[in-house]
């Protein structure tokens, strides 16, 4: 797996947008980069993911680096509802005798301040 | 709720007994993972199965543990002759193909050994 390197906690600003940064500079180029997030207690939850384009849903945008080797989640507008652990993760390629499992790092805890 | 459906939510258990732990897939997905997220810990990839086949163990104690996921039914964690280690949230995910794309969480099984 590529590793992932992640600040371990970031404040935010209630409506403002939340950057959280990820390098992974030994990421392979059929690597994709994927953001989950839990918050507290909870199962993780899917945000996005992406290969080599900007990818945005209803939730974040993601910005990828040209080279490949660092990534941006944007959530345009956080609320208090976005504090959570927010993990970026490298998935491993699917093999026939192993699937594709996502290894999870120690992520970057965002609180949303009023 | 056509989510991932783990049962318990909560589970006690003395130091000696056995402990369940059930996992419903989404419908139509045939591949599961189970995680173990230790108190203040990362998530740590356990076992990946398919439908009456275990594919990737690698994460699994050697003893205690096991893992299936027949045909029909949920997919089972299994920990034998519980000790107060085990104690931690238990989540499973599932996916339609071997990979994790896009990979829903079910809301954990939080197993305590008293």
Not at chain 1, 3 to 18: L, V, Y
Not at chain 1, 21 to 28: M, Q
């Amino acid at each position: 797996d590529a590793k992932t390197t992640q600040p371990p906690s970031m404040d935010c600003a209630e409506g403002r947008a939340a950057n959280l940064p990820c390098n992974h500079s030994t990421i392979s180029g059929n690597e994709y980069v994927y953001w989950y997030r839990q918050i507290h207690s909870q199962g993780p939850q899917y945000i996005i993911h992406g290969l080599k384009n900007n990818e945005t849903n209803e939730m974040a945008s993601l910005i990828i680096t040209e080279d490949r080797k660092s990534s941006t989640l944007i959530l345009p507008h956080a609320t208090l509802r976005d504090t959570a652990v927010y993990y970026c993760i490298v998935r491993v390629v699917a093999s026939e005798t192993s699937g594709s499992r996502l290894t999870f790092g120690e992520g970057t805890q965002l609180t949303v301040n009023p | 709720n056509a989510g991932v459906m783990q049962n318990p939510r909560h589970l006690v258990r003395r130091r000696g007994q056995e402990a369940r732990l059930r996992c419903s897939p989404m419908k139509g997905h045939s591949h599961v993972y189970w995680y173990r997220q230790l108190p203040e810990e990362g998530l740590k990839f356990m076992v990946y199965l398919q439908k009456e086949n275990i594919i990737d163990e690698s994460g699994m104690p050697k003893e205690r543990f096991s893992a299936e996921f027949p045909k029909e039914g949920p997919s089972i964690l299994r920990i034998q002759q519980v000790v107060r280690g085990d104690s931690a949230a238990y989540f499973c995910a599932s996916s339609p193909t071997k990979e994790m794309r896009g990979a829903f969480f079910g809301q954990g099984t939080r197993l305590t050994v008293v």
